[in-house]
């Protein structure tokens, strides 16, 4: 005799046959956030990673609160070979499950951002180098390089020398800066040659490129070292944002927060919500930036221009003070 099933089997069998026998709904597929970097960068670890990493925290604490797919996170293209690095953009940007693109920072590759914007990928700068892309879906969240450099002009006064000149005791004697557009260790051996002929009291200017920890560990030394960057550190803000960004960082990744951390952060967390409101492809996402005027982060908000560059103010002054770098006000 055929026995039939008990009633709360029957309806799980039903429910199972209702599914294509797979017994459970398809999860969500990830999604991807390219990241353009520079394998090139000097002190990258510091100068770069926790811009990368800052994106991926965000994505990360998405995922955990239920606010993206499991899996979603970052994908790393380095744009110091362009002939590859192109290829893999256009991999990228055929790939549905890539919402945005990330330019960290100190990257000029027009290839790789075009290749995305061409496909429709929004994409988001913390580098200022190039100029703006003449279309697409883009925002840069740094002052370019030329407005970085006028802010070194105006550290260095109006009496501002090259590294080149140095050496030249009538010359060193007028300058009232030294412009340096060096790394750590060519800033630290060109004060070394300064204190050598005398200059003591005459400041050095450096650029993001040196703004490193261990310029400024390099005590007494370059104690008073002036530099302009595009964004300024917020480890020493005692804004309950800042701090909360400082300690999520360190908590996740073990790295102190480098310069621009707080930006890219202040995006990976825009891209969250707007994913977790209903943006279900890059269409929606891009559609959101173009229209985006002003972005929060942890360093404060962030306002865009008609062309999507970011408004004053941008430059970020910083002075060596004991062993770390404190913010000043130009002059």
Do not use: K, N
Not at 15 to 27: K, S
Not at 147 to 172: K, M, Q, Y
């Amino acid at each position: 005799m055929r026995r039939s099933l008990p009633v709360p089997l029957l309806a799980a069998a039903l429910a199972l046959g209702a599914c294509g026998g797979r017994g459970e709904v398809e999860a969500e597929p990830p999604i991807r956030v390219v990241v353009l970097q520079d394998g090139r960068v000097p002190d990258a670890l510091e100068l770069v990673s926790p811009v990368v990493l800052s994106v991926e925290l965000a994505l990360d604490e998405g995922v955990a609160l239920g606010r993206l797919p499991a899996g979603s996170g970052i994908r790393v293209i380095d744009v110091a070979d362009p002939a590859r690095s192109v290829g893999e953009a256009a991999a990228a940007a055929a790939d549905p499950s890539v919402v945005a693109a990330v330019v960290a920072p100190f990257v000029d590759a027009p290839w790789a951002v075009e290749e995305l914007l061409g496909a429709g990928v929004p994409v988001v700068s913390l580098s200022g180098r190039g100029p703006a892309p003449r279309d697409g879906p883009w925002r840069r969240l740094v002052p370019t390089d030329d407005e970085v450099e006028a802010g070194r002009a105006s550290l260095a006064g109006p009496h501002a020398c090259s590294a080149d000149e140095v050496t030249v005791l009538p010359t060193i004697a007028a300058c009232t800066g030294v412009l340096a557009d060096a790394d750590a260790d060519e800033a630290i051996a060109l004060r070394t040659t300064l204190d050598r002929v005398g200059a003591t009291r005459v400041p050095l200017v450096v650029g993001p490129l040196a703004r490193v920890a261990r310029l400024a560990r390099a005590y007494p030394t370059m104690v008073g070292t002036l530099a302009a960057g595009p964004c300024r550190g917020i480890d020493t803000s005692a804004a309950p944002a800042a701090q909360r960004f400082v300690h999520a960082f360190q908590a996740a990744h073990g790295l102190p927060v480098g310069p621009c951390a707080a930006e890219a952060y202040g995006f990976g967390r825009w891209l969250v919500d707007r994913l977790a409101a209903g943006a279900a492809a890059r269409t929606d996402v891009a559609r959101a930036l173009e229209t985006l005027t002003r972005l929060p982060t942890p360093a404060g908000p962030i306002t865009f221009d008609a062309m999507g560059e970011r408004e004053a103010p941008g430059v970020a002054f910083e002075e060596v003070v004991g062993v770390r770098w404190l913010p000043v006000v130009a002059g």
